[in-house]
């Protein structure tokens, strides 16, 4: 997910149109992955990189997921950066390169975690899956930063030009595997010393529509888990996250009734996201099908402009939120709430935008209250919005207050 949305979707139309399951734009495709024979005779040249694998460590890793989970109180999303897909740069959608000094200031501001969505198919050779040493030494500097500060940190393969979230299918299984086993090889070994402060994610937000597409998707989980474990050290006792379909939350209470196969015992996670209702957190324009929505909340709907008011309000969060922790927290498997978000509808003036901006605020405060309340961990979704990147500094303090007063609930 990321603010950019919009014209990723236009993306996948087109990628799907011309029955093209590549990554996006440029030299960044994945030829591999074009048609089955190919993709075929591509595998047998991906090499083992996981050459050196390391005796079990559990120095530093002692916590179990619920533990680990207990601990986070609000995380923030890095977005728009090290994902950046079309050109090869973490500057390449506009935002500048993440700095130690920005990191410090995620933490002043009250965030405790980060999640960094983090692209690498571009940043591999497509014929051996070879990740370009240079950009790995990037996250791990990342991946420095936060642990410096004392943050919990998430690290993923994200949509990543789709390589793996737009193939969950039975003729596309083989193939996505070996990639997904190839790049994790490299990151898990790449990021095995940190300890569990570290937590890795198998994906982003894998697109499956039926029973069938999801027992794929396990088996991506399934490589994901085993291919961590298999590097080693740290990495035997690492806690790691895997997505439900679309990470949509009725998709996965209805699909999602196993986890992939864990040798270490209470160290996997759930990653769900929430952007409901649509037309409210991220329609920006009028369809054929329905009107935007620039307000959300019982105490914030428009007497006069009704046709604006969201389509849900707190109880369906409630409803959600409660499903979840009875089919999943409840049964001792953590839930972390990868992304949230709403955007700003900038063109609002007077007393539509205050009540816009208000009822925003209240969105924000009451998903993060309601989600804690219920057991799962919120991320907020930012792309250089709430805190300024180039100054290191607050731009939104409405929506940070309501962020951070909200997560006041964690005990």
Not at 39 to 59: C, E, G, I, M, R
Not at 89 to 103: L, M, Q, V
Not at 149 to 162: A, S, T
Request: glycine letters at 6%; a negative charge.
């Amino acid at each position: 997910m990321f603010n950019l949305r919009l014209a990723q979707a236009k993306r996948l139309i087109l990628l799907l149109t011309c029955c093209s399951l590549c990554a996006c734009s440029g030299s960044a495709s994945s030829p591999a992955l074009q048609d089955t024979a190919s993709a075929a005779s591509a595998l047998v040249q991906f090499p083992d990189y996981n050459t050196n694998a390391a005796t079990p460590d559990k120095t530093g890793m002692s916590s179990t997921a619920s533990e680990l989970a207990s601990r986070i109180r609000i995380g923030l999303n890095i977005g728009n950066t090290l994902e950046a897909v079309g050109n090869q740069g973490e500057k390449s959608w506009g935002n500048p390169a993440i700095t130690a000094d920005f990191i410090a200031l995620a933490k002043k501001s009250g965030f405790n975690a980060i999640r960094l969505p983090v692209s690498w198919d571009q940043y591999a050779d497509q014929r051996t899956a070879a990740l370009d040493p240079a950009w790995q030494n990037r996250i791990k500097q990342v991946v420095q930063y936060c642990i410096d500060n004392d943050l919990y940190v998430l690290v993923n393969i994200h949509w990543d030009g789709g390589w793996l979230e737009l193939n969950v299918t039975p003729e596309k299984q083989q193939q996505v595997n070996a990639r997904q086993k190839a790049y994790w090889q490299q990151i898990a070994t790449l990021l095995r010393d940190f300890d569990e402060r570290l937590i890795f994610a198998s994906a982003n937000e894998p697109h499956v529509e039926n029973a069938e597409q999801m027992a794929v998707l396990l088996s991506y989980h399934q490589t994901f888990i085993d291919t961590v474990r298999a590097t080693g050290g740290k990495n035997t006792y690492r806690t790691l996250v895997v997505q439900g379909p679309a990470t949509d939350i009725e998709k996965t209470r209805g699909w999602m009734h196993q986890l992939p196969t864990d040798p270490i015992q209470d160290r996997m996670m759930l990653e769900l996201h929430y952007y409901s209702p649509y037309n409210f957190t991220l329609m920006a324009e009028d369809a054929s099908w329905g009107k935007a929505a620039y307000y959300w909340g019982k105490d914030f709907m428009s007497d006069t402009d009704s046709e604006r008011n969201a389509s849900t309000d707190e109880d369906y969060v409630d409803q959600m939120f409660s499903s979840v922790k009875k089919q999943f927290v409840d049964a001792g498997i953590p839930v972390i709430l990868g992304e949230f978000g709403a955007d700003t509808r900038s063109k609002l003036t007077g007393d539509e935008r205050t009540r816009h901006l208000n009822s925003r605020a209240h969105y924000f405060n009451y998903v993060t209250r309601s989600a804690i309340a219920h057991g799962i961990v919120p991320f907020y979704w930012d792309t250089g919005t709430l805190l300024d990147r180039r100054h290191n500094k607050v731009l939104d303090q409405q929506a940070l207050n309501a962020l951070m007063s909200g997560s006041s609930a964690f005990k």
